[in-house]
């Protein structure tokens, strides 16, 4: 059986538009402590979505990342692997991740073996990506619509309809 330790800087709930997390890291030796479980919840307002990106990663390298490792969901994270973004080990730089929703959790485990540098990484709250829609203001408002410029008029016409 494994017992994990939780320590000062392992974990949180993130709510701050912009920050930085980074793995809790032994002073003596400056890499991580064994035996560690660190969740950190990454929460954001309704609509917006979470982007990560990592400055610095060096976990134990292992096949599957069976050892130590760095887990990212959508969402928040369960034991079935529901919502997994990504599951991340050894020293190759994960991408930048932009979440589906405005919750990310980050799940850091460690065994009892080999420790290194840790990671750390800045998230910030990215707007809603529209791919592909012109973006148009009415009534002060503003509308995401998949039509083309000379369509535009049409759009208006129909919404002066529209009963608020």
């Known amino acids: 059986m494994t ?4 320590i000062p800087g392992c974990g949180g709930h993130y ?3 912009k920050g930085d997390i980074s793995s809790p890291l032994n ?3 400056g890499k991580y402590k064994h035996n560690l479980m660190c969740d950190y919840v990454i929460r954001m307002p309704i609509n917006t979505r979470v982007r990560l990106e990592f400055k610095k990663f060096e976990l134990e390298e292992s096949a599957s990342c069976k050892f130590d490792k760095l887990e990212i969901f959508e969402g928040t994270w369960n034991d079935a692997d529901e919502g997994l973004i990504g599951r991340y080990c050894g020293t190759q730089m994960p991408p930048v991740i932009t979440s589906q929703s ?7 485990t460690t065994d009892w073996s080999a420790s290194e ?3 750390q990484l800045t998230y910030k709250l990215s707007e809603l990506f529209v791919n592909h829609y012109e973006r148009i203001k ?4 503003i509308y995401y619509c998949p039509i083309s410029r000379a369509s ?5 016409k129909i919404s002066l309809n529209i009963n608020f």
Not at 3 to 6: D, K, L, S
Not at 138 to 141: G, L
């Open 3 to 6: 017992f994990f330790h939780r």
């Open 102 to 108: 405005n919750v990310v959790s980050i799940k850091f």
């Open 27 to 29: 002073i003596a030796d």
């Open 138 to 141: 009415i009534f002060k408002a």
């Open 152 to 156: 535009i008029l049409n759009l208006m």
């Open 15 to 17: 709510t701050a538009s």
């Open 117 to 119: 540098e840790g990671f």
